[in-house]
């Protein structure tokens, strides 16, 4: 299953970068490899993460990756990565566009 991840979730790696870079640019970089690392696991594994109670549909799940939440859709062949964030900083009602 291929992984192709939203703006949404590509500016919120960026941020978790330039955020852990203040303290280390070497950690930032090797956290952020870590969480794409953990999310491939989903290309193989699409069901692992649980249904999305916000959203409650099939095909919206989260995994939990080193404490961010990553939320995710299936589709066909596809596994959109849609946010990725601690549940402190973000709002699951800004996903009320997938109903």
């Known amino acids: 299953m291929r992984i192709i991840y939203t703006e949404l979730s590509i500016q919120q790696l960026q941020n978790i970068r330039e955020y852990i870079s203040l303290d280390s640019k070497k950690t930032a970089i090797a956290h952020l490899s870590n969480i ?45 990565i849609l946010a990725i964030y601690k549940n402190i900083d973000f709002n699951e009602e800004d996903l009320s566009f997938l109903d």
């Open 36 to 80: 794409k690392n953990k999310i491939e696991i989903l290309s193989t594994y699409p069901y692992i993460g649980k249904i999305n109670a916000s959203v409650n549909s099939e095909n919206i799940r989260e995994y939990v990756v080193l404490g961010y939440k990553v939320i995710y859709q299936i589709s066909n062949d596809k596994l959109y």
